[in-house]
């Protein structure tokens, strides 16, 4: 059975940083190397959004115009993690964030399988 865990979040200053993880287990090596692993997060009141996904054994990454920048999707197959990271933090990135896996880019609803989510704050 899969399950993804996410960690790392919390509160942070404007225009910090942080690093997020997801942690997945079920999957063999070669499988998760073969999937789509993406970030989204979700703000009250407003749609869950994709952020970053990496995908396929090329490690392909793919970021929205709105977070290029600052943003980083990276993986490391040999402990089936993904990891990211956040850059320059405003105060519209406070959100939960959310790993999924097998899915097809960054189309929400093409995805199996998601963490619980990792809340993240921003303070002045």
């Known amino acids: 059975q899969v399950q993804l865990v996410e960690s790392g979040g919390g509160s942070v200053q404007a225009g910090g940083s942080l690093r997020l993880s997801c942690e997945a287990s079920?999957?063999?090596?070669?499988?998760?190397?073969?999937?789509?692993v993406a970030w989204f997060r979700q703000a009250p009141g407003k749609e869950r959004e994709g952020i970053a996904v990496i995908c396929g054994r090329m490690a392909i990454a793919f970021y929205p115009d709105s977070m290029k920048g600052r943003v980083a999707i990276s993986r490391d197959t040999t402990k089936n993690m993904v990891y990211l990271q956040m850059n320059s933090l405003q105060f519209e990135d406070p959100a939960t964030y959310y790993c999924a896996a097998d899915g097809s880019m960054l189309l929400r609803k093409s995805y199996k399988n998601w963490g619980q989510g990792t809340q993240v704050t921003v303070s002045s």
């Open positions: 079920g999957y063999t090596y070669t499988t998760f190397s073969d999937k789509c």
